[in-house]
C-alpha cells in the first residue's frame, strides 16, 4: 500500500508521518509514502502504476487551487479507481470539486480532524489490501491486485485462462464461469471469450467492436451480446 502526497507544506507532512507510522502498527504491515510537490515525472509514474494499491491525499495549499484541481483530473485521467483525499480550509468554494473527491478540512492546526484522518485512512487501507485475486494450488500461488488487472481471456490451445496485467500475464487452470467466484462485481463478460475489469475501461466502442483501457491499449472483444451487461456497470 502505498500513500502518495502531493503537498508543498512542511508541517503538514510531518502531521502525515505520524498518521501513517500509527496506521502501519494498527494494519501491522509496511505502508509507503511518497511526496510529490507539483506535476512531474515522479508523480505520473505513480499514477501510471496499476500494479500498486495507492491512495492519494491532495492539499490545498499548493501554488493556487486549479493546481490542486488538474492534479485530480490528471489521476482520474488514467486512474479511475485509487481513492482520492483532497484537504481544504474552511474557506474553500467546493462547487467545482467532483463528487468522488472525500474532502477534509486541512489538518494543520486541528488534531480532531487528524484523527478523522486517521480512522478514514484504516478503513481504506483495510479495504483496499483486500482486493486481490488469490489463486493457490499446488502448481501455482497467485495474488493479484484486481486493479491490476486489465482483462482475461481464453488460451484454445491450453484450455486455460489468460489473466492480462499492465506488464504481465498468468495462465490459470480455470474457466469463466470458476475465475468469477475469485473476482468481484467490477469484471464482466465483453465478449464470449473475455472478461474486461470495468474500472480499467474508459470507453467501450460498440461500432469498432472495442474497448479502449486506461493504458491506451484497445482491445477488439466487445460484443452487443454483452452490451446490457456492461451498460449496467
Not at 505520524?18 to 508523480?43: C, D, E, M, P, R
Not at 481513492?83 to 478540512?105: A, C, G, Q, S
Request: hydrophobic share 35%.
Amino acid at each position: 500500500m502505498e500513500l502518495i502526497i502531493v503537498s508543498q507544506d512542511e508541517i503538514m507532512n510531518e502531521r502525515f508521518k505520524k498518521i501513517i507510522k500509527t496506521l502501519s502498527i494498527q494494519v501491522n504491515a509496511h505502508i509507503g509514502i511518497k511526496y510529490v510537490t507539483h506535476i512531474n515525472h515522479s508523480l505520473t509514474h505513480l499514477i501510471y502504476n496499476h500494479d500498486a494499491n495507492k491512495i492519494f491525499i491532495i492539499t490545498n495549499n499548493l501554488k493556487n487551487l486549479s493546481n490542486g484541481l488538474d492534479i485530480i483530473k490528471l489521476i482520474r485521467t488514467h486512474d479511475i479507481v485509487s481513492p482520492i483525499i483532497y484537504l481544504v480550509d474552511d474557506n474553500t468554494n467546493r462547487k467545482d470539486f467532483p463528487e468522488e473527491l472525500l474532502i477534509y478540512k486541512t489538518i494543520k492546526n486541528n488534531h480532531k480532524i487528524a484523527i478523522n484522518l486517521n480512522k478514514v485512512l484504516l478503513k481504506l487501507i483495510k479495504l483496499k489490501t483486500t482486493e486481490r485475486f488469490e489463486y493457490h494450488t499446488l502448481q501455482q500461488d497467485l495474488s493479484i491486485s484486481y486493479n491490476a488487472i486489465t482483462y482475461i481471456t481464453r488460451d484454445k490451445e491450453e484450455r486455460k485462462l489468460i489473466i492480462h496485467t499492465d506488464t504481465d500475464y498468468y495462465k490459470v487452470n480455470l474457466t469463466f464461469k470458476q475465475i468469477q467466484k475469485y473476482l468481484d462485481n467490477r469484471f464482466k463478460m465483453s465478449h464470449r471469450s473475455c472478461l474486461v475489469n470495468t474500472r480499467r475501461v474508459n470507453h467501450y466502442d460498440w461500432h469498432n467492436k472495442l474497448f479502449h483501457l486506461d493504458s491506451g491499449l484497445k482491445i477488439n472483444l466487445l460484443s452487443k451480446n454483452y452490451r446490457e451487461n456492461l451498460i449496467l456497470v
